[in-house]
């Protein structure tokens, strides 16, 4: 089992930067595919990127490709989310999540543990 702790900058104008970041705990954290999903107001959560085990494959939602950027340090059992030129309709709650997989997951739905979820607001 692991526990996912969020943390990170939670509102910006639109065109800035945000960086979230997540960790686990557990000794087998490098063992897990890890992910970012998120949901905004009446819809279904999304994964929105996601990177397997030694970081070496990574998944993007169409919407954030090029602008996002999903990566891990095993060493500190730390997932990071880099978004970069945010646009309103990227304001949603986002969530880090977690599933034992050596390959990478890329539906929000097959993940088994989250993080606690935070509001990212971007500002017009």
């Known amino acids: 089992q692991v526990q996912l702790v969020e943390s990170g900058g939670a509102w910006v104008q639109a065109g800035g930067s945000l960086r979230r970041s997540c960790a686990g705990s557990?000794?087998?954290?490098?063992?897990?595919?890890l992910g970012w999903s998120r949901q905004a107001p009446g819809k279904e959560r999304e994964c929105v990127a996601a990177i397997n085990w030694s970081g070496g494959r990574t998944y993007y939602e169409d919407s954030v490709k090029g602008r996002f950027t999903i990566s891990r340090d095993n060493a500190k059992n730390t997932v990071y989310l880099q978004m970069n030129s945010l646009k309103p309709e990227d304001t949603a709650v986002y969530y880090c999540?977690?599933?034992?997989?050596?390959?990478?997951?890329?539906?929000?739905?097959?993940?088994?543990?989250w993080g606690q979820g935070t509001q990212v607001t971007v500002s017009s």
């Open positions: 557990g000794r087998t954290f490098s063992t897990y595919a």
């Open positions: 999540a977690a599933r034992f997989s050596l390959g990478v997951v890329v539906t929000a739905r097959e993940y088994d543990y």
